[in-house]
């Protein structure tokens, strides 16, 4: 079984930064795709960047320029580095990977950022 473990998020005034980690453990499964997702109150769950095994990515519109999207394939994590925070992006993060065994959400973690 595949498990992901979140961390990072928290409180930040706007134009501040934070770091999202995301760790996935378990056994018998090859990492694809590692993205990270978000959702705010009353809206949907969307993309905002995801990163191939080769490290090829891509970004959400509303997030180029201020967000980054690494990985360590030898410790199956994936970080969210995010800069210059705007109160709109406030919302639970969520960390998703594409394995060889399925897709698996992490429990996601808040970033609130204040005005």
């Known amino acids: 079984q595949v498990q992901l473990v979140e961390s990072g998020g928290g409180l930040v005034q706007a134009g501040g930064s934070l770091k999202l980690s995301c760790a996935a453990s378990?056994?018998?499964?090859?990492?694809?795709?590692m993205g990270w997702y978000r959702q705010a109150p009353g809206k949907q769950r969307e993309l905002v960047a995801r990163?191939?095994?080769?490290?090829?990515?891509n970004y959400a519109d509303f997030v180029k320029g201020r967000f980054t999207i690494s990985r360590d394939n030898a410790k199956n994590t994936v970080y969210l580095q995010m800069n210059s925070l705007k109160p709109e992006d406030t919302a639970v993060y969520y960390c998703?990977?594409?394995?060889?065994?399925?897709?698996?959400w992490g429990q996601g973690t808040l970033v609130t950022v204040s005005s």
């Open positions: 998703n990977i594409d394995t060889t065994r399925g897709s698996v």
């Open positions: 378990g056994s018998g499964f090859s990492i694809n795709v």
């Open positions: 990163i191939t095994s080769s490290g090829r990515t």
